[in-house]
């Protein structure tokens, strides 16, 4: 069998550099075609400020609850709790409003401080009893989903909840711009800076690039990675108040189906502009991607089980990409 690394060497450099090249653009290139053919197919419904603004305020909760997810990949771990977490956020915000009463601030900063707290738990299962995070996720994402029937009995909590909530995400900013979209280009711009432009990046970027290296070098891995959960954990919880807050309810499975969303982002992130490198800019494009996708897909009355497909077959391909650009990258 010839040697991937022997067959890699005789590619031609022109060959090598359209490969490097493929591996960081293809998801830019695959958004650009997307648009272009959509508007093209639908020059009246696609192309329009209305439905760019709405594309974008679909996809801010996904941009979110992927960023967060993104602090916790770059530092080598995956958090498979967050689609969980997030619905058991819902129902606690809701519930600590209308059940007892709590004014909406102090409500949503509870919850925000309960999201912190489980990505806590969800760090130091991983870094201080050396559980797989896959595992160690996967098990504490199936105790919040207990956890939130327990709280909601398995009942949506629908009634009562006041109008002044529900206008956090169904009301409009400065220029008829929606809420939602203003509270994710904070997160966005918020965990780009930190990861980029501040020396605790420079430590989250070094414990996920070689966290025995980065322990020689003096840094506390357990605790970078344990910051990597509880921002994940706390995106996790924003996505969730932000999606009762567009419902008008806390279901105990609302959110559940953004886990998939989130790792396909990611996932499809790291192949773009970087070669396999997990990145805050490249999960929003990822998340675009996907949106502006089911939003074709919905604009052409497609039936709901293709976007299910589109969305996995988004997430092979996007593991596809990173692979390709780690490899490159290494040779």
Known sequence: ??????????????????????????????????????????????????????????ASLAIIIASGLTMAVIVGELDLSVGFAASLHGILVTGLIVATGLPIP??????????????????????????????????????????AFAYSAGVPIVSGVPEAFLEISLGRWLWGIPNNIVVMAVVVVALWVLVERTSIGQEIQAVGGNPAAARLAGISVDRIKILGFVISGMCAAL???????????????????????????????????????FHILGTVIGALVIAVGFNGLNIFGAPTFSQYMLQGGILIVAVGLSSLGRSIAER
């Open 1 to 58: 069998m010839t040697d991937i690394s022997t067959s890699h060497r005789r590619l031609s450099p022109g060959t090598k550099a359209g490969l490097a090249f493929f591996a960081r653009y293809a998801t830019i290139l695959g958004l650009i075609a997307m648009i272009v053919a959509f508007s093209l197919l639908s020059p009246r419904a696609f192309p329009t400020l209305l439905n760019f603004t709405n594309v974008l305020n679909q």
């Open 106 to 147: 102090v409500a949503i900063l509870v919850v925000l401080a309960v999201g912190a707290l489980v990505g806590l738990v969800n760090g130091l299962v991983v870094t201080k009893l050396k559980v797989n995070s896959v595992i160690a996720t996967l098990g504490i994402g199936t105790i919040l989903t207990g956890l």
């Open 239 to 277: 996505t969730g108040i932000l999606l009762a807050s567009r419902l008008g309810s806390g279901t105990a499975s609302a959110a559940d189906g953004y886990l998939l969303t989130a790792f396909a982002a990611v996932f499809l992130g790291s192949a773009t502009l970087r070669d396999g490198e």
